[in-house]
């Protein structure tokens, strides 16, 4: 753990938390998403530079991270559904949203609530939560994971080297 956490009684208590938060593997994939935004917020991690090499702009390429209420994700859509299947892909992409909006309501409140220090809500390190905590981040991170990753039964891994041997080298058209 971080040494600017120096309440490591409040922290622990954090973490033995973490087990009320999880009651679904769906609550699993969403606490990892929390973390690993919270992580990516750090002005130094030693964990994110590897991890943003297979998660930065993931989501442009996912049709479910598009925010319909924007100018830009509604343009991606438009040009998606005027594709032979694009309608069908939109209406799968707006039920997978759909789900993840779900998972948000379900967990992040509690979260915030219960892991107000792992989640920088408060202590020395604090974030704008309203800013890093948002539905289009969230989702944006969540698909994120879930396209980089494998699950066998009731486990899930994150298999960053394996997804990195997909794509080209950075500055290079994929």
Known sequence: LDPRYSDRAALSVEIQAISSLVA???????????LMLREASRTSSPLMPYTMSFLRSAHEHIPSAWDPTTAEGASRRRGIVALD?????????DEIRKVMSENYAALVPRALEKLPRLLGVT???????????????????WL?????????????V?????????????GEES
């Open 24 to 34: 679904a593997p769906a609550d699993e994939r969403a606490l990892l998403t929390l």
């Open 123 to 141: 202590g020395l390190d604090q974030v704008d939560v309203a800013e890093l905590y948002t539905f289009q981040r969230f989702a944006e991170m």
């Open 144 to 156: 994120a994971i879930r396209s980089r990753s494998f699950q066998n039964g009731a486990h899930g």
């Open 85 to 93: 299947g694009g309608a069908a892909l939109i209406t799968a992409a």
């Open 158 to 170: 994150l298999v960053p080297l394996a997804c990195l041997m997909n794509h080209p080298v950075e």
